[in-house]
Nanobody
Framework: QVHLVESGGGSVQTGESLRLSCAAP????????VSWFRQPPGKEREGVAA????????YYADSVKGRFTISRDNGKNTVYLQMNSLKPEDTAMYYC???????????????????????WGQGTQVTVSS
């Protein structure tokens, strides 16, 4: 089990930005496919974005495309989620999750299927008020 640690959540106004971080103690193959998920109050967990750390290839949910950017710094064993133009509907607990993938195709397949992920962080709350 790899312990992932999220940070960067907070309370902001509509249109503002936040950057979430997901840090791992060390880089390993077992965490080279990373997704951000979010769970709004009373709703199911949903995939937001994914990145394949080996190549930097990314994927986004339609609801955040053009506003959120996922990136990684392999030297710091950290994946980021830059969230711009935040909306009240972005309010949720945000989690990062990781699993191993041999290729981007393997990472992309199931990128938003929470049960497929082996390693999770504790979550960080994002609240956007109008």
């Amino acid at each position: 089990q790899v312990h992932l640690v999220e940070s960067g959540g907070g309370s902001v106004q509509t249109g503002e930005s936040l950057r979430l971080s997901c840090a791992a103690p060390t880089y390993s193959y077992s965490i080279n496919c990373v997704s951000w998920f979010r769970q709004p109050p009373g709703k199911e967990r949903e995939g937001v974005a994914a990145i394949y750390s080996s190549t930097g290839t990314t994927y986004y949910a339609d609801s955040v495309k053009g506003r959120f950017t996922i990136s990684r710094d392999n030297g710091k064993n950290t994946v980021y989620l830059q969230m711009n133009s935040l909306k009240p509907e972005d309010t949720a607990m945000y989690y990062c999750a990781a699993r191993p993938a041999a290729t981007w195709g393997a990472c992309e397949t199931g990128w938003a299927r929470a049960p497929d992920f082996d390693h999770w962080g504790q979550g960080t709350q994002v609240t956007v008020s109008s």
